[in-house]
T-cell receptor, first 115, second 113 residues
Framework: AQKITQTQPGMFVQEKEAVTLDCTYD???????LFWYKQPSSGEMIFLIY??????QNATEGRYSLNFQKARKSANLVISASQLGDSAMYFC????????????FGTGTRLTVIP | ETGVTQSPTHLIKTRGQQVTLRCSSQ?????VSWYQQALGQGPQFIFQ???????GRGNFPPRFSGLQFPNYSSELNVNALELDDSALYLC????????????FGQGTRLTVV
């Protein structure tokens, strides 16, 4: 069974500061992909960053980086230099190699950036 | 803009009715997935189509059905609507390889009364 856990229902961060959103996962698949999506109030899921299970380097995309610790089964998202527009729901997701290769999502973390 | 469009954006239906939601996938994407997102929850996988064939299904009853057309656009049909079907329905498209991100539409918010 596949499971994604996000233990922070809500987080606050001061504008221009960095914030870490936690994500742990559970899978028996040897190969999988890890994703982070941002969901503003409009509803659309916006892709932020991807990490493959065999990637040696942590993924980075602009202000987003993924702190991947395979042995701990964690894939935390780090947002640097937070902006007011970063306020949204953030979802961690995993796509295992087996099955339909669909995404399994966590319950999300609501990030609020304070001016 | 992801290039994935869904229609309608909002819909209100009565319990017991049937509904069809539509999704136009991004150009070149042959895989379309549908997700249900209840209020305050993460999206849950309904089913997936690859080149017009269903190739995966989540834990949803048969009254949730779908189609994919030759141009890779897709429909989600829900029969005998229940109050618990009220949710945001998201469509996602991608190319077939595992390590590609899925691009989501803006969703259809369905309210069943």
């Amino acid at each position: 069974a596949q499971k994604i856990t996000q233990t922070q229902p809500g987080m606050f961060v001061q504008e221009k500061e960095a914030v870490t959103l936690d994500c742990t996962y559970d899978t028996s698949d040897p190969s999988y992909g890890l994703f982070w999506y941002k969901q503003p109030s409009s509803g659309e899921m916006i892709f932020l960053i991807y990490q493959g299970s065999y990637d040696q380097q942590n993924a980075t995309e602009g202000r987003y980086s993924l702190n991947f610790q395979k042995a701990r089964k964690s894939a935390n998202l780090v947002i640097s230099a937070s902006q007011l527009g970063d306020s949204a729901m953030y979802f961690c997701a995993m796509r295992p190699q087996t099955g339909a290769n669909n995404l399994f999502f966590g319950t999300g973390t609501r990030l609020t950036v304070i001016p | 803009e992801t290039g994935v469009t869904q229609s309608p954006t909002h819909l209100i239906k009565t319990r017991g009715q049937q509904v069809t939601l539509r999704c136009s996938s991004q150009s070149g994407h042959n895989t379309v997935s549908w997700y249900q997102q209840a209020l305050g929850q993460g999206p849950q996988f309904i089913f997936q189509y690859y080149r017009e064939e269903e190739n995966g299904r989540g834990n949803f009853p048969p009254r949730f059905s779908g189609l994919q057309f030759p141009n890779y656009s897709s429909e989600l049909n829900v029969n005998a609507l229940e109050l618990d079907d009220s949710a945001l329905y998201l469509c996602a498209s991608r190319s077939g390889t595992m390590n590609t991100e899925a691009f989501f539409g803006q969703g259809t918010r369905l309210t069943v009364v």
